[in-house]
């Protein structure tokens, strides 16, 4: 059976560092599983590769779309495992590193083809948050616990889902079929102690500002891209946005980065502790790990 290597994790734990070192070890080609990397322009709020990098180990779907289009996880399922069997055909390990997991479920499990129930019905959830918060929780507590509290674009789209299907989103993922099918998903999450995270999600907090994030989004205004675009609702994004707009102070803005990243790194590993065959490795296991990996035939 072929495999795949996942490299999974919370936000600043360290996912791209050890995917390098393995890509280098077990001749691999890393693709990219982070909805805002997907995304031309938006680099110093993702911590994204630096290209001297990419020429060292080649990495796929980073700065794919130049626009502001969505790009829904079915999207990302049908190119990323296109990618995927071609890294293979090549003798190549595909090395998908990331840490949005609806993506990595739509890639490992497939998606549901549960259409559009059209603008208005959508927009009659948009004017009523509250309503939609309680019912998302209702409908389906385990998906809410994914998307965290204020992702009221996916809570949307479960409505959406339940009204068309009759099936909440995890009744429907239960129900679908992998485009990978044949292959073998294995899957390492790493492992760091809590409050060696939250350091690392500080320092890289301070790193984005030291490294020009405000200045990267004044850029990307004056060449037309709008509020509105996805990768600005992304953290970081939308406090720099606020920052800009005079709604916050500098200090006020770091400071809301870093508890909403905690927070989001704290959903992150609700998920993981959920997922199935799931080995938590420390970032300093590379000769365990490539033993692993190379075992596995």
């Known amino acids: 059976m072929k495999k795949i290597l996942a490299i999974l994790g919370p936000t600043g734990s360290g ?8 890509a280098l070890l077990l001749n691999g080609e890393v693709i ?13 709020g993702t911590d994204k590769i630096p290209l001297e ?18 790009f829904s996880a079915a999207d990302y399922a049908r190119l990323a495992s296109e990618k995927i069997k071609e890294i293979a055909s090549r003798g190549k390990l595909p090395i998908l590193v990331g840490g949005t997991f609806l993506y990595f479920r739509a890639l ?6 549960v259409g559009s129930a059209g603008e208005k019905f959508r927009n009659k959830w948009r004017k009523n948050p509250l309503e939609l918060w309680h019912r998302t929780i209702e409908l389906d507590p385990e998906y809410y616990l994914k998307i965290g509290a204020s992702d009221f674009k996916r809570m949307i789209r479960l409505m959406e889902v339940f009204y068309l299907s009759g099936k909440n989103m995890i009744e429907n993922f239960r129900e679908t079929r992998s485009p990978l099918q044949e292959w073998r998903f294995l899957k390492l999450a790493i492992k760091r102690d809590r409050k060696e995270l939250y350091r690392r999600i500080e ?13 990267e989004v004044r850029n990307l205004l004056a060449l037309g891209y709008p509020e509105s675009c996805p990768p600005f609702e992304a953290i970081g994004y939308k406090e720099v946005l606020a920052f800009i707009k005079g709604d916050l102070t500098l200090e006020e803005t770091k400071r809301l980065v870093k508890k909403h990243t905690k927070e989001y790194a704290r959903r992150q590993l609700m998920w993981l502790r959920r997922e199935e065959n799931l080995l938590w490795v420390s970032p300093e296991e590379i000769d365990k790990i490539v033993k692993m990996v190379k075992e596995d035939e």
């Open 108 to 113: 490992e499990k497939g998606l549901f083809p």
């Open 53 to 70: 990098l990419r020429e060292k180990v080649p990495h796929h779907l980073i700065d794919l779309i130049s626009d502001c289009r969505r």
């Open 15 to 22: 996912k791209t560092e050890l995917s390098i070192k393995l």
């Open 32 to 44: 990219n599983c982070d909805s805002v990397q997907l995304y031309k322009g938006f680099d110093i």
């Open 203 to 215: 320092e890289r907090t301070e790193k984005m500002f030291k490294n020009g994030i405000i200045e």
